[in-house]
């Protein structure tokens, strides 16, 4: 073996012909780019949502309305939920674990209890908020509700 009869290991080149290497390629010139225009030059990358100098769609619609990024977001549950769940499981206590296990929540949701729905069962709620009208349906069925 010598250096006449090196090559590359079977498998490890990806292309034959090399690009922009003189007319000998076969693909000299303008190397497969086509003729002028911005993207036969060098150096050119795309910016995202440019139509070719047409007014890009994010400038064209229009816009209204506020979105309040500290915005927090409840998932509601209603009190009625509650019930079925004491009643399903047994227990006089009802937390934000309990309600994720039973599928009602994921886990990184803010719980919000709601008012629909009739609560007869004594049951202590933990949860991020309370409505109020389930507040007092808690707190006349005896039990009791606990912000996190």
Do not use: C
């Amino acid at each position: 073996m010598d250096l006449s009869n090196l090559k590359p290991a079977k498998g490890s080149t990806k292309r034959e012909k090399r690009l922009g290497r003189g007319e000998g390629s076969g693909r000299g010139g303008t190397s497969t780019k086509g003729h002028k225009g911005q993207k036969s030059r060098s150096g050119y990358s795309k910016q995202f949502g440019f139509e070719g100098g047409q007014m890009p769609l994010q400038r064209r619609v229009p816009k209204f309305g506020f979105r309040n990024i500290n915005r927090k977001s409840f998932k509601g549950i209603n009190i009625g939920v509650l019930q079925t769940l004491s009643e399903k499981t047994g227990t006089a206590s009802i937390d934000v674990q309990a309600l994720v296990s039973a599928g009602y929540a994921s886990k990184n949701d803010m719980i919000k209890i709601l008012g629909n729905g009739t609560l007869d069962a004594k049951i202590e709620v933990k949860a991020h908020a309370f409505s109020k009208s389930a507040r007092e349906a808690i707190e006349k069925s005896g039990g009791s509700a606990v912000k996190i």
